[in-house]
């Protein structure tokens, strides 16, 4: 299995600019999760998908980011425009919800600079 | 709002050396897992536990989940330079959680040679 795939790896804008960042979750996989890491704040949950439908934004900062899962093998993170804070690694993970595990796979990540 | 407490933040130890990394919450969780993070890396995946007072060993890893499901640890053996990384727990609650995972700050390990 490939894996889920995240693109760019690294991206770097100017401030006001639009940014997409992508994601293919690992096939067969019925829930993916966006997540936002940086050193002050680690690891925190923007925004997830069950079955294509977004669940949970509570952790979208605000309306400048949205996400979308037009099929079960895509998504995309959008912001719109950037700041300089929102300089930090992106993350996308899937997971099948069955069992009691729901264990998440995450992507290699991609690096946003905002200048 | 569930949350959940690592510690130590940071660890720095020589080769050979033994730890112990712990995770606390005040909230019941129906399952823990342990994700291991290397520099430019995705977190991945060591173990889940399940049952209150559940133990499981992954070679020189040893991981315990609380009897109240509410805390959990992670013990190393004979630390390799390998080992260095960034340890994060993640608690899952019951119900329709759609597998909405809560992570803690992390701990930084670094084993010197």
């Known amino acids: 299995d490939a894996g889920v795939i995240q693109s760019p790896r690294h991206e770097v804008t100017e401030m006001g600019q639009e940014v997409t960042l992508r994601c293919k979750p690992i096939s067969g996989h019925n829930s993916l999760f966006w997540y936002r890491q940086t050193m002050m704040r680690g690891l925190e949950l923007l925004i997830y998908?069950?079955?294509?439908?977004?669940?949970?934004d509570s952790g979208m900062p605000e309306d400048r980011f949205s996400a979308k899962m037009p099929n079960a093998s895509f998504s995309t993170l959008k912001i719109q425009p950037s700041e300089p804070r929102d300089s930090a690694v992106y993350f996308c993970?899937?997971?099948?919800?069955?069992?009691?595990?729901?264990?998440?796979?995450f992507g290699p990540g991609t690096r946003l600079t905002v200048t | 709002t569930q949350l959940l407490e690592q510690s130590p933040q940071f660890l720095s130890i020589q080769e050979g050396e033994n730890l112990t990394v712990y995770c606390n919450s005040s909230?019941?969780?129906?399952?823990l897992q342990w994700y291991r993070q290397e520099p430019g890396e995705g977190p991945v995946l060591l173990v889940t536990?399940?049952?209150?007072?559940e133990v499981k060993k992954l070679k020189r890893l040893t991981f315990q989940f609380g009897d109240a499901r509410k805390d959990s640890s992670l013990h190393i053996t004979a630390a390799q330079t390998g080992d260095t990384g960034l340890y994060l727990c993640?608690?899952?609650?019951?119900?329709?959680?759609?597998?909405?995972?809560?992570f803690g700050q992390g701990t930084i390990l670094t084993v010197h040679p």
């Open positions: 536990v399940v049952t209150g007072g």
């Open positions: 993970a899937s997971s099948l919800l069955q069992g009691a595990t729901y264990e998440q796979y």
């Open positions: 993640a608690g899952r609650a019951g119900g329709t959680s759609y597998g909405k995972l809560t």
């Open positions: 998908f069950n079955n294509n439908v977004p669940i949970d």
């Open positions: 909230s019941v969780f129906s399952s």
